[in-house]
């Protein structure tokens, strides 16, 4: 077998195990964002607009996620 069939497991895993934690970090960047602007915003354009406000708090989080996990595989590729 060649290496590659050999860590093949190992990175699915660790690939459905990062993908369950951004989306339980997703959901709790949504909800923290549709709560902060129920409270901050109350009674502007702004609360009607919270699912908009949310959707961008989890595009900029999913954004900052993308560039640490990159760094972090350049990394482990100039290593190895």
């Known amino acids: 077998m060649s290496a590659s069939h050999v860590r093949s497991p190992k990175g699915l895993l660790v690939t ?34 919270r699912f908009v406000v949310g959707l961008l708090a989890v595009y900029l989080f999913l954004t900052i996620a993308d560039r640490i996990v990159s760094f972090v595989q350049g990394k482990f590729q100039k290593e190895g």
């Not at 195990?17 to 549709?34: E, H, I, K, P």
């Open 16 to 49: 459905v195990v990062v993908t369950a934690v951004l989306l339980v970090a997703s959901y709790y960047v949504f909800t923290g964002a549709n709560d902060l602007a129920r409270e901050y915003a109350r009674g502007t354009l702004l609360t009607d607009l």
